[in-house]
Structures are given as structure tokens and as C-alpha cells.
């Protein structure tokens, strides 16, 4: 009996035992809260976790307010008070899972519209932006062009960007396409900036009514969706598409648009004990904003009061100290090493080395010098391997890039305005190995680097951000020989290429003044300018413009004109550069279809709903930087009310409604005569029409403009007191000419563009006649 009773008390013993070790285990599993004391933690079967929150003290601020509907099973949880459903939040990576809407457009076999939503868009303000490195844009179909148009984040402004995808039509007997690759077959995707978007919106639309491949196709989409979440497949991405409304997308996330070192000065300084803050970078390698991390050694949520906590590295599965004891410390942990170990550093241990003989020395030392040898001679053989490995792909690329071809059209044109071919290594030395100090601009199509040459020379190099190699070598070339023979005062020279990379270098004239755009907006210490010199300045654009319409052999048509593109020397003088996203038109043809590129307020808007450029595409934009000129505002801001959002639109609402003098910049045009400033706008307000066939040509603009010089010079603004530098420029316009140059003979009559302060030198073999202002 009293054996029974021992038995039974070890057994009791042992289940208590047994559950206190259990509520312990339980105790420690339990994972860390993530919502604020008394706060829902919980949507359904999603974790909200802080800044963000549901109701109200439950969010660091409005922005990071949610929503959790429980009308749907389970609830579903919504981004504030919209009906954008959020899918998953994530604290470590900053990220925000969504489901954003699709946009279709469909026909019948007659090809009218049978179902459409072929616009959507998703407005996102900081501190959100939409992932450039977690997403794709993708459009599904045939006979389909889908066009992507979001903002770059920027301090005091944002940078517009376009992108476009095109699929063309496939022959009534051709089925579907046979591979599932997203390349141009039925599907094709681009990338997103990897600096982020924000205020995106899809445009979707046909260019035949899918009546060509309606057999097999009714539908087309395009969407925007996390990477990796869509598969094309020819056979069912069609069906599945037009069963789903909605696919994942990720948007990143920050506490707010200021630096660490402005918000540790804050009260609402986000970052709690044990964690530290981390500047999030701008696209001018800037601080723009800020999040925070715990530090090494912690983990959980650095937003809530003691949210980031201790990691007990000797809990881990794997033993850290192997042979010793872990001890573990806030952060951090340390080894007690086993008799016949030590410690290497606090967190190894490794094996005691015994004393070696004298000759197990030498024979140690032996071994070791042969190893070191061997391992010389094989450094010396992988390094020869590695330089001459280089310098094979250094020819592929040189032979690639139409390296050989330019050498000989080079040897007809061998004088000073003929291209030069610079070596990598040359730009390299120029550049200080591209480093970043020397980066002096970065475009949608590149970077810009500063450079000094052998000689001493100051240039630009222009460095693509494409990877892919160039394909049409016989154009680029072309087009090389084209832009190194122009020799304008007002053009930025291109003085060469490199073509032993992978995509070609282009090496410009360093203009040092800074843009017209610092100047105009007063950025980076530039600015202002007067009325006169500003005249000057848009004077000297219009006939490089012009120049390049209709006096190279080749009508070239820029493209991209904007106040960012036009540089300044140390004397004030007009530059037109980044030819980037220029066109050259063919003497055969006076107009081209190409995919939409530009910027947007400065973007024509017959040529973004027709694609077909023209010269007068450059009329438009050029009237924009003139509307800049007169009125010190940007293109286009979303700080104001949605009616002057866009400067041109507003603008010539203004010149329409007699408000012209609402808008004009004051404190420039009371350097001059209102009269005067009126006739420019009514020029800028022809140069905005929406039609290209009412524009004025670049000739007839810049004769106007040289007309508003030289009636400045006659009438210095009625001032008895006007300053040396405005004299200076009134004196250079009253004493400019208008050259007109006629060359005659073999090569035919040349007209050029008009000059001011001295004749354009010309290669009559580079000039062509005009043709009636094309």
C-alpha cells in the first residue's frame, strides 16, 4: 500500500512538472505583440502591424490608417477608406501588398467594343511609392498598345516617366502563340524605375478593333503586377485573365519624407528603443525619407515601445560556440571554449595548435613556400587569361557597335568636326573610373559624367542605362556622323563615342553654366535672369531648332525639348542637348510612327494620341519653355489646383480669357514693356495649338523672336538706369544679324538657321535645300 502511494505522488510530481515546463514553452513561443496596448492586431486571417493600425490612436498618422471589413468572410482588410484590398504587410521589408484592378478592353466579330475598362489608375502620395524592383508592367494580347504613365518622387517636384507596350496583329490562319514567354508573342512586359512610381495609370487600346485576330482573341490587358505572380501561358492566361479582376502589386513604405538627421529632432520621431534609423535614397542619391530597423542582435517591430527584443543566438539550432559554452547578452552573445580549445575571437572557439619540432617547421615552411609559389604562378596565368579575355570582349563589342564601319566613313570626313573614337580606358581616366563625385545629371535615357581629357579638354560623358547591346550598329552610326558634323553655337557638339562597352559611350562638349530649368526655378544657387537675357536665350534655342528641322542632311527632330535640356555657358549662351530621344527623318518622309517618348507637360499631345512625330512636335514642347520664360512656373505641378496643374493648358486658357497679365512673372516683365511680353505669349500660344498644322514653323519662331531683340534694342524698356549686363545683351541684339547663307553648286542651294553673334561654319557635303519648311 505505501509502495502504491509512492508510485502515485511520482507520477502527480511528474505531470506537474510536465505542464509547468509546457506553459513555459508556450510563454516563449508566444510571439511579440505588433499592434499598440488595447489596438486590433488582427483582419481576418492578416496581422496589422504598427504604424499602421485599425481605429482611431491605433496608426502613427493618417496615413498609415486602415480599414478592416468584416462584412466579407473572413474580413477583409482595406487601404484607409478605399476599396483596395491589402493582402500582406511587411514591417522588415517595408512593403504593402495590394490588389490593384486590370484594365480590358474587348470586341466582337464586327470589332465594336463589347466590354471595357481600358483605363485605370491608383493614386499613391508618400509615404507610399510603388515598388521599381518587386513589380512588372505586362500587356496580354494582339493588336494591342498599352501605355504606362506614373511620377518619380522628388524633392519640391516630381519627374513624369512613360513607358509603352506594343503587340502587333497575327494573320487570320496563325494560332495562337506557341511559346510562353513574355517577349512580344501574345505578351510583353517592361520594367519599372527602380527608384519607385507614384500616381500610376494604364491606358489600353487596339489599333485595328482586333478584326484581324478576332478568331482567337477578343480581349486584351495590361496591369501592373508583383514579379513573379503572373505567368504568361498562351493556352489559359486569357481565360484566366478575364475570370480576375484584380492582381497583387507591391507598394513600398516609409515613416516620412525628411531626413534621420531632421526627424531625431522631431516629438514624433518614429524609432524606439534598441533600433535605429535608416535614410531611404532619392534619384539624385539624396536623403528623402526615413524608416527604422532594430539593431544587429534584436528583432520585432522598431516602432513599438520595447518592440525590438533580444536574439538568443544560444537557442539556436546550431550550436554557435560549437566547442563551448554560449552565453548569451543583450545583442550579443560570447563563447567559454572547452578545455584544449580558445577563443579565436569572443563568439569561436578553435583547437589548441601544439608546439611543432624543428624539423616539422622547416618541413611546414617547405610546404608552405611551394603552395605560395604555385598559388603566384597561378594568379599570374588567371590574371593573363582575365586581360586577355577582356580585351576579346572589348573587340566583340568595338566590331558589335559598328566600330569598323565608323573608321571608314570617318576617313571621308578626317578633319576637326570629324567624330573621334575614344578608348574605355581613355573615358575611364577622364572620369576618375566613373566616379560618382564626377556625375553631373542623370536623363531618362542615361548618366551624365563630368570628365577632363589628356589634353586638358573639359567634357560630358553620356553613360546608357540600357544593358541590352546595340542591334541596328549601320543607324547608330549614322546617326554619329550626323550629330558630330553639325557645328552650331547653339547645339551642344557631340566630339566622339566609345564603343568597346557593351552599349556605346557618347562624349559631349562641357557646357558649365548649369540648365535653363536651375536658372528659370532658381535651383542650385542659379538664377534669376532678365527679361532681356531670357529673351536672348529663347532666341538662340529657336534657331538651333531650326537649324536641325531644316538645314542637316537629315531633318533631326529632338524630341525631348525642355528647359532641362537647354545648358548655358559662362557667357549665358544657349545650348540645346541630350539628343537621347531624337529622331532622324529620311528626306523621303516628313513624318514618322514611333512609341511615345518625352516628358510629361512639355509632351505633344498630337503626337501622344497619334504616335506620329513630326518637327512640329518640337514646336509644342519649345512653346512650353517659352510660356517658363515669361512666367517662372514648371511645366507641370500637382501642388496646385487640378485646372493650372498644367502650365500650357492654363496658360492659353489665361491668353484666351484676357488674363494674360495673372500669369505672366512680374518681377521680369517689369524690366521691360508689358507690349512686349504680350506679343511672346500670343507666339508661345501658336506654338501650344493642339493641332500641328496651326503651329508656326521653328523658322518663322525664331524670326519673331529675332524681330522682340530688335525691337528691345531700340527701346532698352524706357530706363535711363539699366544695368550694364542688360545693356551688354541689347547692344548684341541691335547690332545681330540674321544670317541667311546660300551655298550654290554641286551640292545644291543651302539656307541655313538664323545665327547671332557670328555665321555658321558648314560643310556644304552635310547641308541639303530647303524643301518648303517640311
Not at 521599381?132 to 505586362?138: A, D, E, L, Q, S
Not at 535608416?278 to 515601445?305: F, M
Not at 540600357?466 to 557631340?494: C, D, G, W
Not at 529632338?558 to 541630350?578: G, M, P, Q, Y
Amino acid at each position: 500500500m505505501v509502495l502504491y502511494r509512492r508510485m502515485v505522488i511520482s507520477q502527480l510530481i511528474s505531470l506537474v512538472l510536465v505542464a509547468i515546463a509546457a506553459v513555459a514553452i508556450a510563454d516563449q513561443a508566444l510571439p511579440p505583440p505588433q499592434a499598440l496596448p488595447e489596438c486590433l492586431d488582427q483582419c481576418g486571417n492578416l496581422t496589422v502591424p504598427y504604424p499602421f493600425g485599425i481605429g482611431d490612436g491605433c496608426y502613427l498618422t493618417q496615413k498609415f490608417n486602415l480599414t478592416c471589413d468584416e462584412s466579407s468572410q473572413p474580413p477583409t482588410l482595406l487601404w484607409a477608406d478605399t476599396d483596395i484590398p491589402i493582402t500582406n504587410i511587411s514591417v522588415a521589408e517595408r512593403e504593402l501588398q495590394i490588389l490593384s484592378y486590370i484594365a480590358y478592353d474587348c470586341y466582337d466579330q464586327q470589332g465594336h467594343q463589347t466590354g471595357y475598362s481600358n483605363l485605370t489608375w491608383l493614386w499613391v502620395t508618400p509615404p507610399f511609392t510603388i515598388s521599381g524592383t518587386r513589380n512588372k508592367f505586362i500587356a496580354v494580347g494582339y493588336d494591342t498598345f498599352a501605355i504606362f504613365m506614373g511620377y518619380r518622387p522628388y524633392p519640391n517636384d516630381d519627374i513624369g516617366y512613360v513607358a509603352g507596350c506594343i503587340i502587333s496583329d497575327i494573320p487570320d490562319n496563325t494560332t495562337a502563340a506557341a511559346d510562353e514567354s513574355c517577349t512580344g508573342n501574345g505578351c510583353c512586359q517592361t520594367s519599372m524605375p527602380a527608384d519607385g512610381l507614384k500616381n500610376q495609370t494604364v491606358k489600353l487600346s487596339s489599333y485595328s478593333n482586333h478584326t484581324n485576330v478576332r478568331n482567337f482573341n477578343q480581349c486584351s490587358y495590361a496591369f501592373i503586377v508583383e514579379d513573379g505572380n503572373f505567368t504568361f501561358n498562351p493556352t489559359t492566361s486569357f481565360q484566366q485573365l478575364n475570370n480576375t479582376e484584380r492582381l497583387p502589386m507591391i507598394l513600398n513604405w516609409e515613416i516620412a519624407n525628411v531626413s534621420c538627421a531632421e526627424a531625431e529632432k522631431r516629438q514624433d520621431y518614429a524609432c524606439k528603443a534598441h533600433s535605429k534609423c535608416v535614410n531611404t535614397i532619392d534619384i539624385k542619391t539624396e536623403p528623402s525619407g526615413y524608416y527604422c530597423e532594430c539593431w544587429p542582435g534584436y528583432q520585432g517591430n522598431p516602432y513599438l515601445p520595447d518592440g525590438c527584443q533580444d536574439i538568443n543566438e544560444c537557442n539556436a539550432s546550431t550550436d554557435p560556440c560549437n566547442n563551448g559554452t554560449c552565453k548569451n547578452s543583450d545583442g550579443d552573445y560570447t563563447c567559454t571554449c572547452k578545455k584544449g580549445f580558445r577563443n579565436e575571437n569572443p563568439k569561436s572557439c578553435v583547437q589548441n595548435t601544439p608546439i611543432s619540432k624543428n624539423k616539422s617547421l622547416k618541413v611546414s615552411l617547405g610546404v608552405s613556400l611551394s603552395f605560395l609559389g604555385v598559388l603566384l604562378v597561378t594568379f599570374w596565368i588567371y590574371c593573363g587569361l582575365k586581360r586577355r579575355k577582356f580585351k576579346i570582349l572589348k573587340q566583340k563589342y568595338f566590331k558589335h557597335n559598328g566600330g569598323f564601319l565608323l573608321q571608314q566613313k570617318l576617313e571621308n570626313f578626317d578633319g576637326p568636326q570629324a567624330a573621334k573614337i575614344f578608348t574605355r580606358e581613355e573615358l575611364k581616366k577622364a572620369t576618375n573610373n566613373f566616379h560618382d563625385s564626377l556625375k553631373i545629371g542623370e536623363g531618362g535615357y542615361g548618366f551624365v559624367y563630368k570628365g577632363t581629357l589628356s589634353n586638358g579638354n573639359e567634357v560630358a560623358i553620356k553613360v546608357s542605362k540600357s544593358s541590352a547591346p546595340m542591334t541596328q550598329s549601320n543607324q547608330f552610326i549614322n546617326e554619329v556622323i550626323v550629330l558630330s558634323q553639325i557645328n552650331h553655337r547653339n547645339v551642344v557638339k557631340l566630339l566622339g563615342c566609345c564603343l568597346e562597352t557593351q552599349t556605346p559611350l557618347l562624349v559631349y562638349e562641357f557646357v558649365s553654366n548649369g540648365t535653363l530649368y536651375e536658372h528659370i526655378h532658381k535651383k542650385n544657387g542659379k538664377g534669376p535672369l532678365s527679361f532681356g537675357l531670357r529673351m536672348k536665350i529663347a532666341t538662340e534655342t529657336a534657331g538651333s531648332l531650326a537649324y536641325l528641322h531644316y538645314s542637316t542632311s537629315m531633318q533631326i527632330v529632338h524630341r525631348d525639348v525642355k528647359a532641362a535640356n537647354i545648358l548655358l555657358d559662362e557667357n549665358f549662351t544657349a545650348k540645346v542637348s541630350d539628343f537621347g530621344a531624337s529622331k532622324l527623318v529620311p528626306e523621303d518622309q516628313n513624318q514618322l510612327s514611333t512609341l511615345v517618348q518625352g516628358t510629361i507637360g512639355y509632351l505633344d499631345p498630337e503626337y501622344l494620341q497619334s504616335n506620329t512625330l513630326t518637327e512640329k512636335s518640337d514646336v509644342y514642347s519649345f512653346g512650353v519653355v517659352l510660356v517658363e520664360l515669361i512666367t517662372s512656373q514648371v511645366a507641370i505641378s500637382y501642388q496646385k489646383p487640378e485646372a493650372e496643374r498644367s502650365l500650357a493648358k492654363f496658360f492659353v486658357t489665361s491668353v484666351e480669357e484676357n488674363r494674360l497679365d495673372q500669369i505672366l512673372d512680374h518681377e521680369i516683365i517689369k524690366e521691360g514693356s508689358f507690349e512686349t511680353a504680350e506679343q511672346v505669349a500670343h507666339l508661345a500660344k501658336s506654338c501650344l495649338s493642339l493641332k500641328g498644322s496651326d503651329r508656326p514653323t521653328m523658322k518663322e519662331v525664331a524670326l519673331k523672336l529675332e524681330g522682340v531683340l530688335q525691337v528691345m534694342a531700340k527701346h532698352p524698356w524706357g530706363k535711363a538706369d539699366a544695368s550694364p549686363k542688360e545693356t551688354d545683351y541689347l547692344q548684341l541684339a541691335s547690332h545681330s544679324k540674321a544670317y541667311v547663307v546660300d551655298v550654290r553648286g554641286d551640292e545644291g542651294e543651302v539656307i541655313t538657321s538664323i545665327d547671332y553673334d557670328q555665321s555658321i561654319q558648314i560643310q556644304p557635303l552635310m547641308m541639303k535645300p530647303y524643301d518648303g519648311g517640311r
